[in-house]
T-cell receptor
Framework: EAGVVQSPRYKIIEKKQPVAFWCNPI?????LYWYRQNLGQGPELLIR????????DSQLPKDRFSAERLKGVDSTLKIQPAELGDSAVYLC????????????FGSGTRLTVV | GQQVMQIPQYQHVQEGEDFTTYCNSS?????IQWYKQRPGGHPVFLIQ?????EVKKQKRLTFQFGEAKKNSSLHITATQTTDVGTYFC???????????FGTGTRLQVTL
């Protein structure tokens, strides 16, 4: 069984440009998460989906970040426009049940904004 | 908001020595999870503890959940170079479902 798949693996963009990240969770995992991890820190939750509904987006900077999870499977996280401070690793994770059972993380997308 | 702190922030040991990382939450946790992240990798789920005072073992790793469900520890016996990485604890506070990650402990093991 494939794990959580993310693409791209790396992305370098100039500031003010848009960027999008894609995530395919584990089949059967209804809960999907987007985390951001800065260097040397723990992952921080950006948004959590239960099926296709965003149930916790309180940490998502809504002026420039947006996310969607069509049909409750794949998800896309977008930044427009990107700022230098957005450079980080963006991790997607999925779980069988929110908050319980371990999360399975994808390999992440390392974003560098120059 | 909830804060989850880990100590030490970094530890360097020689292979064969023991290692312990401590996790402390500002709020009571419904469960505690531990993850390992290798350098350049992503967090990988190790274990989940649910009951107050629970102790679980995985080979050389021993995990403990505090009686008050606000702290936890991970102990590695006789470290190996394969143990290198950052260990994170994570837990949802109370009845919440959001998993908050700790600050992490980076372990370096040398021969």
């Amino acid at each position: 069984e494939a794990g959580v798949v993310q693409s791209p693996r790396y992305k370098i963009i100039e500031k003010k440009q848009p960027v999008a990240f894609w995530c395919n969770p584990i089949s059967g995992h209804n809960t999907l998460y987007w985390y951001r991890q800065n260097l040397g820190q723990g992952p921080e939750l950006l948004i959590r989906y239960e099926n296709e509904e965003a149930v916790d987006d309180s940490q998502l900077p809504k002026d420039r970040f947006s996310a969607e999870r069509l049909k409750g499977v794949d998800s896309t996280l977008k930044i427009q426009p990107a700022e230098l401070g957005d450079s980080a690793v963006y991790l997607c994770a999925s779980s069988f049940r929110q908050g319980w059972y371990g999360y399975t993380f994808g390999s992440g997308t390392r974003l560098t904004v120059v | 908001g909830q804060q989850v702190m880990q100590i030490p922030q970094y530890q360097h040991v020689q292979e064969g020595e023991d290692f312990t990382t401590y996790c402390n939450s500002s709020t009571t946790l419904s469960n505690i999870q531990w993850y390992k992240q290798r350098p350049g990798g992503h967090p990988v789920f190790l274990i989940q503890l649910v009951k107050s005072g629970e102790v679980k073992k995985q080979k050389r790793l021993t995990f403990q959940f505090g009686e008050a469900k606000k702290n936890s520890s991970l102990h590695i016996t006789a470290t190996q170079t394969t143990d290198v990485g950052t260990y994170f604890c994570a837990g949802p506070p109370g009845t919440a479902s959001k998993l908050t990650f700790g600050t992490g402990t980076r372990l370096q093991v040398t021969l």
